[in-house]
């Protein structure tokens, strides 16, 4: 209590602000609470006096939780409690108010689609967060392509994804690669007008990208990017890191279709998958992260050898045979379609020959570890239905059954560094489909890539 010693409050006005409320509310007390109040004989329903022992008592037998009731003891200046709890209710609305209209906001995106030259960031309420205009020209390549093209991720590792993407900005200029805040803002763009020569042949712009790959470096991602000639043969692995500082680190005389990471235990690799023009067969290279940059082993002197190019070899680089099935349909080349990381092991697909809707491929299984030993090959199922279509059009002269693919598995060359021949694994044939094969339309339709020339 303010006061402890007994005193006498002669009106409503003193009783209200001895409790801190308004004499309304001290007056319906009286009635409906107990609230010990005292009249003078004939002196009218006004003429009241209360003791402030008496109200001390009767605050004290109140029960728990009467709020209502419970004395708001005055504060300085004299102000009844009601004031400021005004003023903590309006705190708490003006609160309530921002976390609402906070809430209401489009957050930080979790995903972006293209249209056009028009990209769009989608927050996890599928709301937009915002969108940007890309120079007009810039092509939509289709969900496919552009799923390859898009990465949504933390790239600075500052918990806040950052969204990069790859740009077809068409006409001459090649592809450019942007990096966006998550709030939209460009923070960089890259583009290519990479030099260099094969064979005294000289090799420019413009350059297209055909994969992205991110990889983890010391709490952030490096950004793993291939570039491809838009017409002739070369392609090359560009390193960026999160602010867009890049270097060359892999060169390649031939297309890389997909790349990959793998990590080993200290060391990262980086797979590339595609073909070496040069052997005319599919390959693959396997970069460790703390290497130098490097380049394809070639030939030297011929027109496939890089002139100007790092001249470091690669930790690994494998080059894998054509099967008959690749040579007899006439094809340019195998190559290699896909890499994956599955854990203990690498699978590698070799596209040996296609038509309109199947593909048979090979299947090379390798060793996750550093020396990335090859384990088995084995024959998809499709290879071997496509197998006796060339059989029936008598490009074949011997069945699935009796095909010498079935006993030995030909030799993967493999460099590391010196050129030497695989150690040749027995072959894990695939299942043999049953009497029923391609349509006529199909048979009509079996063709390959084209060769870049």
């Not at 496919?144 to 001459?172: F, S, T, Y």
């Not at 002139?307 to 099967?323: A, G, L, N």
């Not at 038509?355 to 060793?367: K, L, P």
Request: net charge neutral; with cysteine.
């Amino acid at each position: 209590m303010a006061e402890k010693e007994n005193k006498r409050l002669d009106s409503w006005k003193e009783v209200a602000s001895y409790l801190g409320r308004d004499v309304r509310t001290v007056s319906r007390w009286e009635k409906t609470r107990g609230l010990p109040v005292h009249r003078l004989p004939g002196a009218g329903h006004h003429a009241v006096f209360v003791y402030t022992d008496e109200i001390d008592r009767w605050l004290a037998g109140l029960p728990d939780g009467v709020l209502e009731i419970t004395r708001a003891i005055p504060l300085r200046g004299g102000r009844p409690a009601w004031v400021y709890a005004s003023g903590i209710l309006a705190v708490f609305f003006i609160a309530g108010a921002v976390a609402w209209l906070t809430a209401s906001r489009p957050g930080p995106p979790e995903r972006v689609t293209i249209s056009g030259s028009k990209l769009i960031a989608w927050d996890r309420k599928e709301r937009m967060s915002w969108s940007y205009d890309f120079p007009p020209g810039a092509t939509d390549l289709g969900p496919e392509i552009m799923a390859r093209r898009i990465r949504v991720e933390d790239l600075d590792g500052d918990r806040r994804r950052e969204v990069l993407i790859a740009v077809q900005l068409g006409g001459d200029g090649g592809d450019e690669l942007y990096c966006f805040s998550p709030e939209g803002k460009v923070l960089w763009r890259q583009a290519f007008e990479m030099h260099m020569r094969f064979g005294g042949r000289e090799f420019g712009n413009p350059w297209w990208i055909q994969e992205t790959l991110l990889v983890p470096n010391r709490g952030e991602k490096e950004i793993w990017v291939v570039w491809q000639h838009h017409t002739w043969w070369p392609s090359f692995l560009v390193r960026l890191d999160a602010r867009g500082n890049a270097e060359v680190q892999f060169v390649n005389a031939g297309w890389i279709q997909d790349v990959e990471y793998v990590r080993n235990g200290s060391e990262g690799y980086v797979l590339a998958g595609g073909v070496n023009n040069e052997y005319e067969q599919g390959m693959l290279a396997v970069l460790r992260v703390s290497d130098p940059p490097a380049s394809s082993p070639q030939t030297a002197g011929s027109p496939f050898a890089c002139e100007d190019c790092p001249k470091h070899q690669p930790y690994r680089y494998f080059v894998f045979p054509r099967s008959e099935l690749n040579s007899a349909a006439g094809l340019p080349y195998n190559h290699v379609r896909f890499v994956r990381n599955l854990g203990e092991k690498i699978e590698i697909r070799t596209e040996e020959i296609q038509s309109r809707d199947a593909n048979g491929e090979f299947i090379y299984e390798f060793d996750a570890s550093h020396d990335f030993a090859l384990r088995s090959v084995s024959m998809t199922d499709l290879y071997w239905e496509l197998h006796r279509e060339l059989e029936r059009a008598d490009t074949l002269k011997h069945s699935a059954l009796h095909c010498p693919e079935r006993k030995q598995a030909r030799p993967v060359r493999v460099w590391d560094p010196q050129p030497r021949i695989a150690q040749v694994v027995p072959l894990q044939v695939g299942g043999v489909m049953g009497s029923g094969g391609l349509s006529e339309e199909r048979r009509a339709t079996m063709l390959g890539n084209k060769k870049p020339q």
